[in-house]
């Protein structure tokens, strides 16, 4: 009964590879988002659908691309891994109004290597 | 970008005692969240307090907002060593979007 869950945990990866990460979420929420952690715990967020629709596309290379096939469903897809991409990814999900509390997943710990 | 400052960094207590962290923020706010983060997990919500709220309880937790300081407090009474984690505050300004803190990093000690 997980409500926002995301697949890989745990990745590691070399330089140059291209990987996706894939969430779901079964609370209903209208609104999703990608967030990167770094090892310094700051939190970022990179993007943010509402209803499939993107709405928040923050400074992110061009190599992170976001897809919602469904209001259920944002998966991050990532083009030539950097060394710099290692981090930690949150998915997560809200309901309406805007602004209030977020359900985040457990995040996927990337590593380039 | 980083708008909510938490303080201290870290902190490091004994159980039982009260742990008290502190949050300022830049710009005016529509809310401001509390969230923990446990070693190698996710984030989870706390407290959601609004800009026109002084002070809001939940159990253990005390959450305060001085909008005149743009500044809030989390306290967490009687701590418990399963209250170890990392504190985060996140701040909800005219355009919804969270800005987050960079966290307390709290250890309770048996």
């Not at chain 1, 609104?31 to 700051?42: A, C, L």
């Not at chain 1, 991050?76 to 997943?105: K, Q, W």
Request: charged share 20%; proline share 4%.
């Amino acid at each position: 009964d997980t409500a926002v869950s995301q697949t890989p945990k745990y990745l590691v990866t070399q330089m140059g590879n291209d990987k996706s990460i894939k969430c779901e979420q079964n609370l209903g929420h209208d609104t999703m988002y990608w967030y990167k952690q770094d090892s310094k715990k700051f939190l970022k967020i990179m993007f943010s659908y509402n209803n499939k629709e993107l709405i928040i596309n923050e400074t992110v290379p061009n190599r992170f691309s976001p897809k919602s096939p469904d209001k259920a469903h944002l998966n991050l897809h990532i083009n030539s891994l950097e060394l710099g991409d290692s981090a930690v990814y949150f998915c997560a999900s809200s309901p309406p109004p805007r602004g209030d509390t977020i359900y985040f997943g457990e995040g996927s710990w990337l590593t380039v290597v | 970008s980083q708008q909510g400052e938490e303080d201290p960094q870290a902190l490091s207590i004994q159980e039982g005692e009260n742990a008290t962290m502190n949050c300022s923020y830049k710009t005016s706010i529509n809310n401001l969240q509390w969230y923990r983060q446990n070693s190698g997990r996710g984030l989870v919500h706390l407290i959601l307090i609004r800009s026109n709220e002084r002070e809001k309880h939940s159990g253990r937790l005390r959450v305060t907002l001085d909008t005149s300081k743009k500044s809030s407090s989390l306290l967490i009474t009687a701590s418990r060593a399963a209250d170890t984690a990392s504190y985060f505050c996140a701040t909800a300004g005219s355009n919804y979007q969270l800005i987050w803190g960079a966290g307390t990093k709290l250890i309770i000690k048996p």
